[in-house]
C-alpha cells in the first residue's frame, strides 16, 4: 500500500530562515515522489518532482530511499513561500496519486 | 491556455437533492481525477479514469458517482448528498506517458455546502 506521512501540519520560520518540510513515505516498488502547494486562494500546482532534479523557487528535494523521504527544503525563506504544501507519491507505472495531509508554512517577517 | 475548470465553484444544497459537479481539461489529457479536502485530513482520492469509460474507486467512493464519456470531460455526481459529503473537492487531469507523466494539473476547485 502507499502511504505518505508529513509529520508536521504546521510549520512557521522566519524569514531568511532555513526550512525543511518533512515527507516520508512507505512503498514496495520504485516511487515517484513530488511536492504540490497551495497558495491561498489558488489551486494546487506543482513545484517539483524527484525525477526532475530540478530547484524550483530556491526549493530542493532529494529522494533518500534508505529512509524513504522527500523532504523539501530551501536555505533562505521568504513570505511569499508562506502556503500549504503537500507531498505526493505515485507507484512507478500506475497513476494513482496519494498526497500527504499537509504542512501549513508560514514565514513570519 | 491550458487548463482544468470546474463549475460550479460554490454550491449550497440540501440533503438529498441530486447534484453534478462538472470538470474539463483541454490538454488532452488521458487521467483524470476527483479529491476532496478537508481539513487536518489533506487530499484524498475519490475516483480517477485512465481513459475514456474506464473508471476507478480511490479512496473515499461512497456516496459518489463518475462518468467518463468524453476525454475531456470528468463529472462528479452526487446522487444524494449528504452533510458529511460538504468538502472542497478539485478535479485534476494528468497524462500518462512521457516526461511529465504524473504531473497533475488542478481546477479551481468546488465548495460544497450540504445542509
Known amino acids: 500500500a502507499q502511504r505518505v506521512t508529513q509529520p508536521e501540519k504546521l510549520l512557521s520560520v522566519f524569514k531568511g530562515a532555513p526550512v525543511e518540510l518533512k515527507c516520508n513515505y512507505s512503498y514496495s516498488g520504485s516511487p515517484e515522489l513530488f511536492w504540490y502547494v497551495q497558495y491561498s486562494r489558488q489551486r494546487l500546482q506543482l513545484l517539483l518532482r524527484h525525477i526532475s532534479r530540478e530547484s524550483i523557487k530556491g526549493f530542493t528535494a532529494d529522494l533518500n530511499k534508505g529512509e524513504t523521504s522527500f523532504h523539501l527544503k530551501k536555505p533562505f525563506a521568504q513570505e511569499e513561500d508562506s502556503a500549504m504544501y503537500y507531498c505526493a507519491l505515485s507507484g512507478q507505472g500506475a497513476q494513482k496519486l496519494v498526497f500527504g495531509q499537509g504542512t501549513r508554512l508560514t514565514i513570519n517577517p | ?115
Request: charged share 20%; with cysteine; aromatic share 10%.
Open chain 2, 1 to 115: 491556455e491550458a487548463q482544468v475548470t470546474q463549475n460550479p465553484r460554490y454550491l449550497i444544497t440540501v440533503t438529498g437533492k441530486k447534484l453534478t459537479v462538472t470538470c474539463s481539461q483541454n490538454m488532452n489529457h488521458e487521467y483524470m481525477s476527483w479529491y476532496r479536502q478537508d481539513p487536518g485530513l489533506g487530499l484524498r482520492q475519490i475516483y480517477y479514469s485512465m481513459n475514456v469509460e474506464v473508471t476507478d474507486k480511490g479512496d473515499v467512493p461512497e456516496g459518489y458517482k463518475v462518468s467518463r464519456k468524453e476525454k475531456r470531460n470528468f463529472p462528479l455526481i452526487l446522487e444524494s448528498p449528504s452533510p458529511n459529503q460538504t468538502s472542497l473537492y478539485f478535479c485534476a487531469s494528468s497524462l500518462l506517458s512521457g516526461s511529465k507523466r504524473g504531473e497533475q494539473y488542478f481546477g479551481p476547485g468546488t465548495r460544497l455546502t450540504v445542509t
